[in-house]
């Protein structure tokens, strides 16, 4: 039977996608179960034991709905980053806070700057509100500032997304020339900053909380999905001024915080301590994906997320025979989308035994090639 007849006429046009393929549909359509759950940049770490301790707790309370301006997360978040809480928006995880900045900016035709071959979900959303994707290639795997910029100034675009640390690469800017960039930046061009990986990076490689909290045209976003091991809960936040996080509450979820993701938020922000071990377990992580890659011929690239790139040497047909390989050992793993960064795979930080799955099948996979 046909569907429904009077869709927009964007929604029409639009192909039915996701922007990522979950290992749950890649389990239920190949029959092959998931071992090694490293390919979606989640933490293997989970979250700390005092968060778990507090999801218990509350967890009788799950029948009132969340405090919809989300007072004490504010707060909290604002106490930690030395800002007011009248700089901080709440979501449901950063996919939520990226969709509602489009929504927020972009009207159908418009252009919108981002780098070929970044995340997919913001490229999902734009192309949602009918935003018209202008894209630069990568330089040396990492963002190209200097192309963005030229782009935006080429478009006179008024959105434009740079993500430090980066996904899919793992590469990194320094402090400094972000915020040279950020500064750079015609006032009518709002730059997302997206900054999900930032307790992964090493030191200087993210500007402190305050220092670009004066521009009106940024809006730096984060989560707790990464190294606070919080994926589930769909818990992210973005900071700028007073002024422009306002006008999220004109558009957003009022009542789509979950009660006790909440909670679990308010839990980890507060064990510091247990962020700070994960911090250094995601580092040990990397370092020994690195090694399993260089022992197979593979050439690791420096990461300052929860995950590795590691150069294939071939092409993006090679690549995927390995990420397909590997899922035929039950270890789940992803790679770039768009050449030339798809010659690379792409494998998530996480439990020994998890690793040990991976350089166990890694050699196999590859001498069957």
Not at 89 to 104: C, F, M, P, S, T
Not at 126 to 151: C, I
Not at 327 to 353: D, K, Y
Request: glycine share 10%.
């Amino acid at each position: 039977m046909p569907g429904f007849s009077r869709f927009t006429s964007l929604v029409d046009a639009l192909p039915a996608t996701v922007p990522f393929v979950g290992p749950e549909a890649i389990e239920r359509g190949r029959g092959l179960a998931v071992k090694a759950r490293i390919g979606a940049n989640e933490s293997g770490f989970g979250p700390a034991p005092s968060v778990l301790a507090t999801i218990r707790e509350k967890a009788g309370d799950i029948w009132q709905y969340n405090d919809p301006e989300n007072f004490a997360l504010k707060a909290a978040l604002a106490a930690h980053h030395g800002l007011s809480p009248a700089n901080i928006a709440v979501g449901e995880g950063v996919d939520d806070l990226l969709g509602l900045i489009v929504r927020l900016v972009i009207e159908p035709g418009m252009p919108v700057v981002t780098s070929f071959g970044g995340y997919p979900t913001f490229n999902f959303h734009v192309s949602g509100f009918g935003g018209r994707l202008v894209t630069v290639p990568y330089t040396g795997d990492r963002e190209d500032m200097d192309g963005l910029l030229a782009a935006v100034k080429r478009e006179n675009a008024p959105l434009v997304y740079f993500a430090n640390p980066d996904n899919p690469m793992g590469s990194w800017w320094d402090a400094e020339s972000v915020i040279a960039f950020a500064r750079a930046l015609p006032e009518t061009t709002l730059l997302v900053l997206d900054e999900a990986y930032s307790e992964c990076g090493p030191a200087g490689s993210t500007p402190a909380s305050d220092v670009l909290i004066d521009l009106p045209n940024v809006i730096r976003t984060r989560t707790f999905s990464k190294a606070y091991g919080l994926a589930g809960a769909r818990v992210g936040y973005a900071f700028g001024t007073p002024e422009t996080i306002v006008a999220f509450d004109k558009i957003r979820n009022h009542f789509g915080m979950p009660r006790l993701s909440t909670e679990a938020a308010l839990a980890a922000l507060a064990d510091q301590a247990y962020l700070k071990e994960v911090v250094g377990k995601i580092s040990a992580a990397r370092e020994r994906i690195a090694a399993i890659a260089v022992a197979n011929g593979l050439q690791p690239l420096p990461s300052a997320t929860n995950f590795v790139a590691i150069d294939c040497g071939r092409d993006g047909t090679y690549a995927r025979s390995i990420v397909d390989g590997l899922m035929q050992h039950g270890v789940f793993i992803r790679m770039p989308g768009v050449a030339p960064l798809n010659r690379c795979i792409r494998v998530s930080t996480g439990l020994p035994e998890a690793l040990d799955l991976f350089e166990e099948a890694l050699p196999k996979v590859l001498a069957s090639l």
